[in-house]
């Protein structure tokens, strides 16, 4: 049938009026989308529950295509190494015999390191993780980071928990249901973290890109002494992460510090590990005590 | 070109006298498949960067061009407020830009009713555009400074929409297979 381009129905006043009222509620619709986006930008936790709930309903099947993701990834990479097996095979082999010869000068490290702390009488202070548990998805169409973890209040996590996988800090809990929890990744524009370099110690703070790498914002003026290479970890200041998690190498020096690339990659980790935050943990016993604690 | 379907699914259709499509389907089916690409944040893809097209946006753009019509004008705020559950976005971004997209593309089917599916393409490829950057824009306001970070996604859903738009016309399929018995 051919469109005829008005959108009266015919002679019928109930259906005129019902077709009315349909773009009536169309409107209201897109105002009140305003309105909750206005709602939301002024208090960010006004909608974390109803999230959450819905998180919890989508989980178990995040958690069935995990393992999935983390295969396909696994596959892929074999295939691709295949091409460039000898002479990467030769490089290995010899990356991990020098390797070797750094692991034993580590122990015994590690082994002084544990003498002059205990003549200090400073407690070991690796906290106990809170959950290990998968990363279901992410979300990947929006510009804002965020990955959901299948782990939620029930088993005691809670906002503000650093992630951590093997390579490195994934980011931080922000929002928890009773199974499920919304973590802020590192790579998200809304991600402030306190990092130093690993060598010397020289403080920035690590904000997101929206390409999927960060910003690292040098604290102190004057020459930029980054170079690309450059390893950084979390420095511990401002009490969420504790010091000495691998954070990220950076790429390219810029003017005021540097982009550089996160060393956890979110999208081939397996499980990942929730942290409860280094304040709860005692905090840093060689600094003073913040100030207002007394 | 038909897509096929699995023998069993082409059987379902096929006595056609005394049949008529289940109105439980085809009024469930396009709702259900819009929802179900809202839920990409579950699906097992873990992107650091924005990559991913945006599913549900798409699905809904491309049964609009496809059967004007088949959502009321009002479809944008509880779809939307389905796809601001997942997305990430700001709450409430999805039931605006949707809303505003669900009228926009109801006009262009009264003002301009005989389109090709290269018009559409274009068309659509217009408002998925609009969509990305205000989405970026609500999501981060203040950092409007850096739109090239959308680029890739946005080419990758302009390149997908036609896939998408097969996608939709194989589930309206579907929907209307003579499944119940009159």
Redesign the interface.
Known sequence: MAPTGSRRPGHSRRAQYGTFLNYLLAVAGAAAGGALLIAASSDATVFSGIRGTATDLAAPAGEAGAGARTESQGLLRALGAFFTKGSRVAKLEREVAEARVRLVEAQALHEENRELRALLKLAQSEPKPVASARLIGSTASSTRRFALLGVGSSQGVAPGMPVISPLGLIGRVLEVGRSSARVLLITDSQSIIPVRRASDGIVALAVGNPDGTVHLKLQSLGLNPLKAGDAFVTSGSGGLFRPGIPFAVVAKPTRDGAIARPLSNPASTDFVIVEPQWDEAGGDPTLPAPAGAQ | MALPLPKPIREIGRKRINRAPSPLLAIAVPWLVVMGGS?????????????????GFLLLVAWEQLR?GIF???A??PL?LFD?????????????????A??LLDFV???F?WRGFALNWLFAAAVIAAYLFL??A????G?LA?PL??LP?LGLSILLYPLIARLVALFDRFRLIPVREV
């Not at chain 2, 839920?39 to 599913?55: D, E, F, G, K, T």
């Not at chain 2, 601001?84 to 505003?100: K, R």
Request: aromatic letters at 8%; glycine letters at 6%; charged letters at 5%.
């Open positions: 839920l990409s944040p579950v699906w097992p893809v873990i992107a650091s960067a924005p990559v991913l097209p945006p599913i004007p009321p004008v009002w944008g705020l939307g601001d559950l997942y997305s990430g976005q700001p709450f409430g971004s999805a039931i605006l830009l949707w809303s505003v669900v009228i089917e009264t003002r009713p989405a970026q609500l999501a981060q306001p950092l850096e970070a959308i996604q």
